[in-house]
């Protein structure tokens, strides 16, 4: 599923998510999709389900942590 790049960001900074890890990033850091916005999770693997915690969002993605 993509994400028309002209809809709002459907995420905040400083909130949390639960997420299921979809794919690894070239960079080997998790991907996780919300309503199709891509979001990369460090220290993660495909199948993990973590919630995480926003920490910077971009027009095209967004940065979080796994919350502990």
Same mark, same amino acid.
Do not use: C, H, W
């Given at each position: 599923?993509? !994400?028309? #790049?002209?809809?709002? &960001?459907?995420?905040?900074?400083?909130?949390?998510?639960?997420?299921?890890?979809?794919? @690894?990033? =070239?960079?080997?850091?998790?991907?996780? !999709?919300? #309503?199709?916005?891509? &979001?990369?999770?460090?220290?993660?693997?495909?199948?993990?389900?973590?919630?995480?915690? @926003?920490? =910077?969002?971009?027009?095209?993605?967004?940065?979080?942590?796994?919350?502990?």
């Amino acid at each position: 599923m993509f !994400r028309d #790049e002209r809809a709002p &960001v459907p995420i905040e900074e400083g909130e949390t998510y639960n997420v299921t890890i979809q794919d @690894i990033a =070239r960079q080997g850091d998790g991907i996780a !999709r919300i #309503e199709g916005f891509v &979001v990369f999770v460090p220290n993660t693997s495909v199948g993990d389900e973590v919630q995480i915690k @926003i920490e =910077r969002v971009l027009p095209k993605f967004a940065f979080a942590s796994i919350v502990e």
